[in-house]
């Protein structure tokens, strides 16, 4: 798979990233190299990325605590702590090899870090290749509300190794399938239609996708990379989405979901808000709907659930002056942006959801 340049930056694939970073850090002069993992990928995956490294850097693994739960401040706080006991300077690097808590916290960490050092992003599971590595948002929750805090820094590269995939249990596959598919909902009704029969996809067939989402990802952040307006297409689905994972990470009578989980049920909600309120095709509608509930679990939602989820959405990073907007479509591959929806309305599609 060919690289593919962002602003001021490449994704790298496969083989080629690792070949990417040892002439990286060949050509550079760090003080020393930081990898951050946690404590899953620090057994599964860290001891797969150094048998590829090659420098005579001296190299710190720092470990966080593996979940959402731990995408906070006091984790930022032990992590900077570690790093100036382990004598680290400005001209230090990061590495940061996990999933999306560990690329956003370790992004941010080193983003703040003495005013600011490098980084590299090791995306190593399926929701991190494709959305959370990409685009230079780093940052960390408030409590239970998601990525509150944080600022936009690229890395100096995110090295894409699917070989990591095979680390990963089925349900965080299907949460990096969610983000997949919102990309062809918002950009691409032909990668939506190559995304919807997953039966028949091969190794090969997902390293493709993979690498065409992180393209459609980098066209919208490279056209807008400060979230003026394009990039707000990519929170399609999330309004509602975040909502609901902060109110299930909150709530110790609920389950936790999984980002891409919760992002799902989002789309389905955004979807129906998207045909009443802007004409989207019901039979699109259906379609989305069902492709899905086959994926994934369907989840119940009480009357006190949805207000307190609705009361969240005050929280959601795009809002403005008060005004709460959500991302739209007109139809696959046509997005609205800064709508406002009613509360009836959101009513409305949570009752279409649990039909």
């Keep these: 798979m060919t690289s593919i340049r962002s602003n001021d930056y490449f994704v790298h694939f496969n083989e080629h990233s690792y070949e990417a ?6 050509a550079s002069n760090y003080s020393k190299v930081f990898i951050l993992v946690d404590s899953n990928t620090h057994e599964l995956c860290l001891p797969t990325f150094l048998s590829y490294v090659t420098t005579t850097f001296e190299i710190e693994i720092i470990e966080i605590e593996a979940g ?3 995408k906070n401040i006091e984790t930022c706080v032990g992590v900077w702590n570690a790093m100036s006991e ?22 941010f960490v080193a983003s703040t870090f003495k005013r600011g050092i490098d980084y590299i992003n090791v995306p190593t599971t399926l929701l ?3 959305d959370a590595s990409v ?30 995939l095979a680390t990963l249990p089925q349900n965080e596959m299907r949460s990096g399938l969610a983000e997949m598919l919102k990309h062809g909902l918002i950009y691409d009704e032909a990668y939506w ?10 190794t090969d067939d997902l390293d493709s996708l993979i690498h065409e989402s992180v393209m459609i990802k980098n066209h919208v952040v490279t056209v807008d990379p400060t979230e003026q307006g394009l990039r707000k297409t990519l929170n399609y689905g999330h309004t509602l989405g975040h909502a609901i994972e902060s109110y299930f990470l909150s709530n110790d ?21 998207s045909h009443k309120q802007e004409g989207f095709p019901k039979d699109k509608l259906d379609e989305i709907k069902n492709v899905i509930k086959g994926l994934y679990e369907p989840v119940s939602f009480t009357a006190k659930d949805i207000q307190e ?18 991302v739209l479509l007109s139809d696959i591959g046509k997005t609205l942006i800064d709508k406002k929806v009613s509360n009836n309305l959101i009513l409305s599609a949570f009752e279409y959801y649990s039909k």
Excluded at 86 to 106: E, F, S, Y
Excluded at 140 to 145: E, M, Q, R, S, W
Excluded at 254 to 261: A, I, P, R, S, V
């Design 86 to 107: 382990l004598d680290g300077d400005r001209k230090a690097l990061m590495i940061n090899v996990g999933g999306g808590v560990v690329t956003d916290l370790g992004g």
């Design 253 to 273: 009578d609920k389950t936790d979901l999984l980002h891409g989980e919760a992002i799902a049920i989002g789309m389905v909600l955004a979807t129906y808000i």
């Design 128 to 130: 991190s290749m494709v």
């Design 21 to 26: 970073l040892n002439k990286h850090l060949a």
């Design 135 to 164: 685009g230079g948002k780093t940052g960390i929750d408030l409590g239970t509300l998601k990525n509150q805090i944080g600022v936009i820094n690229t890395p100096k590269m995110v090295m894409i190794d699917t070989n990591y």
């Design 68 to 70: 959402e739960h731990f």
């Design 309 to 326: 989820i609705i009361e969240l959405l005050k929280y959601d990073k795009k809002n403005s002056h008060g005004n709460i907007n959500f």
């Design 193 to 202: 239609k190559k995304m919807i029969d997953l039966a028949s996809i091969t």
